[in-house]
T-cell receptor, first 115, second 120 residues
Framework: DAKTTQPPSMDCAEGRAANLPCNHSTISGNEYVYWYRQIHSQGPQYIIHGLKNNETNEMASLIITEDRKSSTLILPHATLRDTAVYYCIVRLNHLYGGATNKLIFGTGTLLAVQP | GAVVSQHPSRVICKSGTSVKIECRSLDFQATTMFWYRQFPKQSLMLMATSNEGSKATYEQGVEKDKFLINHASLTLSTLTVTSAHPEDSSFYIC????????????????FGPGTRLTVL
C-alpha cells in the first residue's frame, strides 16, 4: 500500500473549518484513501473514504486532487470534541478482502481544537 | 454505524499469567477481524489478521505462539496473551470488517474501544 505523509500537528479555532492535508504521491489507480481519527485512549473511528471523487458525509468532506496525489479532510465546524489524531491511510480494496484489506497506520496529525 | 465491543476494557495481571481479550461485532457479521497494539504516544501497529474458521495471519515480528488468536464465529475473535511480561503492557485494539453494507471492494473497518493491559 502507498505511504502517506501528514503534518504532525495542527491547531484550529473552535467553530472554524479544520483542513487536514495528506500527501500520497505514490498512490495507484485502484487504491482508496481512508480517514480515521483516534481520540485519546479510545479506538479509532472511521470518518470517510474515497477513490477519486470528492465525498461528503455527516462528519466531514474529503477532497481528492485530480491527480490523486493528495487529499484534504475538512471538518466544517470544528468543536473541542474533534481534538484527536487523524490518520490518512491509502489501501487497496480487494473484492474478497481478508489480509489484503488491512489498514496500516502512519503517525497521523494531532488536531488540537482551541476554544 | 457498526459497533464493535471489547472485553475487558482494562486488565492488570501478574507476570507469567495469560490474559484473554474478546472482540465482538455487535450488529454485523465479520468474516475478518484485525488485532492491533499501541504503545504510549505511538501509532497503531497491526499484529495479525483473524479470519473466521481459519488460522490467523501474523505480521512479521509478531510471535504467533505468544499471541494466540481464535476466530470461532462470525461475531467473535479472541486474543490471548500467553505468559505475559511487563513489556507486553500495551493498548490492544481490534477491528472488524463489515462487508455487508458496502459496494464490493469498498468495505470499511470498525474499531473496538480497546483493552488496556498492564502486566506487573
Amino acid at each position: 500500500d502507498a505511504k502517506t505523509t501528514q503534518p504532525p500537528s495542527m491547531d484550529c479555532a473552535e467553530g472554524r473549518a479544520a483542513n487536514l492535508p495528506c500527501n500520497h504521491s505514490t498512490i495507484s489507480g485502484n487504491e482508496y484513501v481512508y480517514w480515521y481519527r483516534q481520540i485519546h485512549s479510545q479506538g479509532p473511528q472511521y470518518i470517510i473514504h474515497g477513490l477519486k471523487n470528492n465525498e461528503t458525509n455527516e462528519m466531514a468532506s474529503l477532497i481528492i486532487t485530480e491527480d490523486r496525489k493528495s487529499s484534504t479532510l475538512i471538518l466544517p465546524h470544528a468543536t473541542l470534541r474533534d481534538t484527536a489524531v487523524y490518520y490518512c491511510i491509502v489501501r487497496l480494496n480487494h473484492l474478497y478482502g481478508g489480509a489484503t484489506n488491512k489498514l496500516i497506520f502512519g503517525t497521523g496529525t494531532l488536531l488540537a481544537v482551541q476554544p | 454505524g457498526a459497533v464493535v465491543s471489547q472485553h475487558p476494557s482494562r486488565v492488570i495481571c501478574k507476570s507469567g499469567t495469560s490474559v484473554k481479550i474478546e472482540c465482538r461485532s455487535l450488529d454485523f457479521q465479520a468474516t475478518t477481524m484485525f488485532w492491533y497494539r499501541q504503545f504510549p504516544k505511538q501509532s497503531l501497529m497491526l499484529m495479525a489478521t483473524s479470519n473466521e474458521g481459519s488460522k490467523a495471519t501474523y505480521e512479521q515480528g509478531v510471535e504467533k505462539d505468544k499471541f494466540l488468536i481464535n476466530h470461532a464465529s462470525l461475531t467473535l475473535s479472541t486474543l490471548t496473551v500467553t505468559s505475559a511480561h511487563p513489556e507486553d503492557s500495551s493498548f490492544y485494539i481490534c477491528s472488524a470488517r463489515d462487508k455487508s453494507s458496502a459496494l464490493p471492494g469498498t468495505d470499511t473497518q470498525y474499531f473496538g474501544p480497546g483493552t488496556r493491559l498492564t502486566v506487573l
